[in-house]
Each structure stands twice: as C-alpha cells, then as structure tokens.
C-alpha cells in the first residue's frame, strides 16, 4: 500500500462576494467586493493533501468547456494526477456562488453541481482509488458514485457528508471516518445544530456509527471520537487571523487524509489537521494559501 491519497469529487469555479452580513430568505445585500476562484470541496481536499507534500489523484467529472480545462489546469499545476478527470459533453462544469462575512468568519454556499452530477460508478472504479492508502469523498457528487468508490478501495475510505444527506447502509458500512462539520451531524441525526463541545460529544456517541467520526468546529478545533473504548477528545484551534474560511473544512480533511496515508493515529491526526485548516484562513478563497508541512509543523512546535 503507498501512501497516495485519492480524492473522489467535485471540482467548482467560485464566486465569492464579500458581505457584511449573510442574507436572509427574500433580503439583498450590497457587497464590497467579489472575486472568482477555482473551488469545489473534493479539489480543494486534493490541492490541501498535494499542499502538504502528498501524492494525490483526482478523481471526478468536468463540463467540455473552458472552466473545464482552468479546472483540471489548476490541479495539474499543483502537481495533482488529473488522468481520471473526465470531461462531460455538452454540460457546464460546477459553479458555486459564496458569500463571504469575514467579521464573523461565515460564509453561505449555493452550489449548481454542472458536470459533477454526472459523475457515475463507472468512473470511480479506477486504480488509483483501488491503491491508495486513503480515499477521501464528498457528497457534491451522486451518490452511486460515492458508495461504488468506497466499495472499491482496499485503504481508509474519509467521508465528508458535505451537504450532508441521508446516507445509504452500504455506503455507511464501508467508511473508516466520518468527517462532519456541526450543522452536517445535526443533520445526520435528526437533531438541532449543537451549541457546544459537550452537546457535540452527545450528537456523535448517539449516532450508532461504527467507525471514527471527527467533527469540524470551526474556530474551537475538532472533536475526535474513536469507537474503541468510546473516547471523546478535543482538539483545539490555535488563534489566527481570520480572512476567510471558505474551504477551511476541505483543507481539514484533505490534512487529515494526509496524516492518516502516512500512518499517524487518529487524535495525532486530527492535531495536524486542525492546524492545517487554521493557516487555510488567512487568505481569500478556498485555495489561495494553502499551508506547507513545514508551516504547519512550525505550528505545532511553537
Ligand atoms: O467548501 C467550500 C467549497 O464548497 C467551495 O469551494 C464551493 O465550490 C463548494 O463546493
């Protein structure tokens, strides 16, 4: 087994329009400024696990347009196996349009998944994702094609239920760690967004899943929870500047996925991981200044 990681998923162009605060249903707000950026959480998992050093391959669908091709360029140039990047006749790539309140370090998300919807069992069933040591999948893809990749690996299957949805058995079944952020467990089990660690460390130990689950939470760090022996662990954030978190919870589990390919235990993981994510903030977009493994070691030994 190598210790590539490979990324099942979605590829987006973003436009992203900073806002003083996020819309409510019927209101429109001015912004102060937009930007389009290369986005779509399985890329930005890929670009974070090759940020940090990882061999990565892609895996996933583009439209034959010209965002198409800017896609798949951006993850070639960041080193990325592109090979099984398929193109979709006559289908637009995936869009995504972010709103952006860097003073609360919020942002609100519609996605039109374009070529992403059409990405099938078929295409998932391909050797990169059959050898690496960690297959990582989100849900901005169908999901047959999700549960076919995860059937297909023979290493760690991460799953980031983002936008989370009701999860089939066999999909469920099949992965090692779960990697939901706080209103994606809530929606995974039936229950209000939980406020604090505690209710969050309740959510996770009812929810039944017999694998690892890690919580994302944001500016407190992660929660880690390892079915062995039911241990609860948190992890917090260390303090940074804060410009924009988009992206912030794909680069968490692409550093995750990383950490794991390379044998660490789950909780030296997550540390690592929360780390990665906190550097992924400093800058606009979801993938302008992705941190390097010496970055983010220099933060966790100071
Ligand atoms: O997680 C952030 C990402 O969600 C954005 O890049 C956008 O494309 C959507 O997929």
Redesign the pocket.
């Known amino acids: 087994m190598t210790r590539m990681v490979a990324v099942v998923g979605?590829l987006?162009l973003?436009l992203t329009i900073d806002v003083d605060h996020l819309p409510s249903p019927g209101e429109t707000v001015l912004g102060s400024g937009s930007r389009s950026g290369y986005?779509?959480?399985g890329?930005?998992q890929a670009a974070a696990a090759a940020a940090l050093g990882s061999q990565v391959a892609m895996v996933g669908r583009v439209g034959d347009d010209a965002v198409g091709e800017e896609l798949v360029a951006d993850l070639r140039h960041r080193g990325i196996d592109v090979a099984h990047l398929l193109r979709t006749p006559g289908v637009r790539s995936?869009?995504?349009t972010?709103a952006v309140d860097a003073t609360r370090g919020e942002n609100l998300?519609l996605?039109d998944p374009g070529a992403n919807g059409a990405v099938t069992a078929a295409d998932v069933r391909v050797q990169p994702v059959r050898e690496a040591a960690v297959v990582v999948a989100q849900l901005?893809i169908p999901l047959p094609a999700v549960t076919a990749a995860a059937a297909h690996a023979r290493g760690l299957v991460l799953l980031n239920p983002?936008p989370a949805r009701e999860l089939p058995r066999d999909l469920v079944a099949r992965v090692d760690v779960l990697v939901p952020n706080q209103s994606e467990l809530a929606l995974l089990t039936a229950a209000p967004t939980p406020a604090t660690v505690e209710e969050t460390a309740t959510l996770v130990r009812g929810l039944g899943f017999r694998g690892a689950i890690v919580v994302t939470l944001g500016a407190a760090g992660a929660l880690v929870y390892e079915p062995a022996g039911d241990a609860v662990l948190h992890v917090p954030a260390p303090t940074v500047r804060v410009v924009d978190t988009?992206?912030a919870?794909?680069c968490f589990c692409g550093a995750l996925a990383v950490a794991l390919a390379a044998g660490e235990r789950l909780s030296d993981a997550a540390r690592t991981a929360v780390i990665a994510a906190s550097l992924s903030t400093r800058a606009h977009g979801?993938r302008d200044r992705l941190p390097s493994a010496a970055e983010v070691q220099q933060l966790a030994t100071a």
């Open positions: 979605s987006n973003d986005g779509g959480k890329a930005n995936g869009s995504a972010i998300i996605v901005e983002a988009t992206g919870g794909d979801a």
